[in-house]
């Protein structure tokens, strides 16, 4: 039997239905096309080289429960020792489920990005008309050409889109990396505090129940106990907001690495790690923050992407209905009747010209969002080097001034205490202010590490710079010398 798209001519040789070309033309573009298809790895592999460029960690998807599993005996294994700052931003990028939600948007725009590359399905319509005793059946087969003759374009912007979702991924990666660094030293310098404020309660208490004996026996008077009482309270007020620091700095760090359960009761070093020597100069920093951030990269495609998205407005103005059709219509009194039709829109009231003009406001948007996040860029680089020179400088000078003097000035009162030349008060009041330069010193230490992570993102990403510090420290060592 003779298929219906095909007559027979001469011998040995077939000839083409004519109304079968243009449905062979567009098999023959659609094979130009090619096939789209989903990657191995989903575009996971882009994301996790930056990690191992920029940050020298590992990442993991946890697609299956064998990833999942994997990534539990990793996190097992590095919570089994002090929790490190290295380590804590390797569980945060491995644990984090809100960074494994983000990764799941490169599975959804890769999805999209293979639809826009698939020739879309045909349309099959069937009519049955009725004359008398006259029965007429209608077929048609419709294809979308516009949509078809687009793809090309359409894809590659999809392309690009799918590349902005990556950077966007791994810009997203890159924040929790930096939020976990900070949120780690946060802990930790809360820990420290909470150590240092305990044992100025200690001596406040001391000081408290000596000032009660003595007054108990006439030499104290009420006025001079009341003072040990109030710097007492004060001390334990102090400590409880240092303990509820200390409590919320653990939670916020256990929430960004993912923990929970026994999970929770890691345990973090001793004390936070010791100020460099030297800082080294840093003049190409600006160059590199625009050479090197994911944001300012990722606003660059943005603007490229809408470029070429209003060059595809523009060449699609007129037409946006273009449709192939073949048509086989059938009698019981008539003969087949077979062919192929066009449905083309007409410009009659629409030119496309809001369509351009807002794809033309779409792109101008995008330059300017360029343009900010670049001069943004080069702003909070500058801002971020100069608080890590400057908190550098302010933490030296506690380490190697304030607290040295007053470690000076304690043992010089301990020798007149031997002396009896100062009362024990007196040693104990300097034993607070001492205690309190240490503090003060720990806070300033970690402000620099701080400092030290917000200059790391703002190298490679917006970062999430800290308010500048204000007078505070000075009226509380002022409010500790009155006591």
Known sequence: MTPPALTPSAPGRRTIWPAARPLLLLAVTSALTGCAAFSPDGGFSAVEQVA????????????????????????????????????????????????????????????????????????????????????????????????????????????????????????????????????????????????????????????????????????????????????????????????????????????????WGDQTQFSLPERLPDLPKELVDRPDLERLALAQRLDVQGAKLAAARTARQLGLTKTTRFVNVLELGLVRGTSNEAPTQRGWEITVELPLFDWGSARVARAEGIYMQAVHRAAEAAVNARSEVREAYSAWRSSHDIARHHQDEIVPLRRQIAEQNLLRYNGMLIGVFELLADARLQIASVNAAIEAKRDFWLAQADLDMALIGKPTLAPAAG??????????AAH
Not at 471 to 480: H, L, N, Q, Y
Request: glycine share 6%.
């Open 471 to 480: 007078p505070a420290m000075a009226s509380d060592a002022s409010g500790a």
């Open 52 to 259: 191992k460029e920029r940050l020298g960690k590992d990442l993991g998807w946890a697609r299956t429960d064998a990833d999942r599993d994997r990534i539990d005996q990793r996190v097992g294994e590095l919570l089994a020792r002090p929790l490190s700052a290295d380590d804590a931003v390797q569980v945060a990028l491995l644990n984090n489920r809100g960074l494994q939600a983000s990764f799941q948007d490169l599975g959804i725009t890769e999805a999209e990005v293979v639809q826009a590359g698939r020739v879309p399905n045909p349309g099959f319509g069937f009519s049955r008309l009725t004359r008398g005793d006259e029965v007429e059946l209608e077929r048609g087969l419709h294809f979308n050409l516009a949509r078809l003759i687009a793809m090309p374009m359409i894809q590659a912007a999809e392309a690009r889109r799918f590349e902005a979702t990556q950077a966007q991924v791994a810009m997203t990666m890159l924040s929790l990396a930096a939020e976990a660094r900070k949120a780690w030293i946060m802990a930790l310098a809360a820990e420290e505090t909470v150590r240092y404020t305990r044992q100025v309660a200690q001596a406040a208490e001391a000081g408290a129940e000596l000032a009660r004996r003595m007054e108990q026996v006439g030499n104290f008077s009420r006025l001079q106990r009341a003072r040990e009482q109030g710097f007492h309270a004060d001390a334990l007020l102090n400590l409880a907001r240092a303990e509820q620091a200390q409590r919320a700095t653990r939670e916020r760090l256990t929430r960004l690495l993912g923990l």
